[in-house]
């Protein structure tokens, strides 16, 4: 995966795209390679990239795969600190989310209804 990203850049002279960026995150999420996660948010921070809500969707579902909360809960803060608005797969994961909690049933029931109230929610 690297090589390709540098070849990309290097030989090509083309900088990746907002979908390889989330192709990458969603390939070294499945790995837990989260090193690696981190480095690939400060490249696209170095590029002067903002994480959109394809980005976010991609970590939020690799980091409920591996169950790894915390990152789940700070990613969630950060879109929410952007102003990110929210997609109806993005809706979908907080809810898969938060109802692994049992004391966070309000939580889902607020997100249940918030989704209901979008006439067509972004996809």
Known sequence: VDLVR???????GV???????TSLLTVYGKARLWDRVDGILEEMRSLSLE???QHYGALFSV????????RFIQTEQRMEQAGIPHNIVTYCLLIRFYHKDPTQV???VEIWKHLRTLSRPQL
């Open 6 to 12: 540098d070849e990309m850049k290097n030989s090509a």
């Open 15 to 21: 900088s990746p795209t907002a979908k390889v960026f």
């Open 51 to 53: 994480l959109e809500v």
């Open 63 to 70: 980091f409920l795969s591996a169950n790894e909360w915390h």
């Open 106 to 108: 309000q939580k889902v």
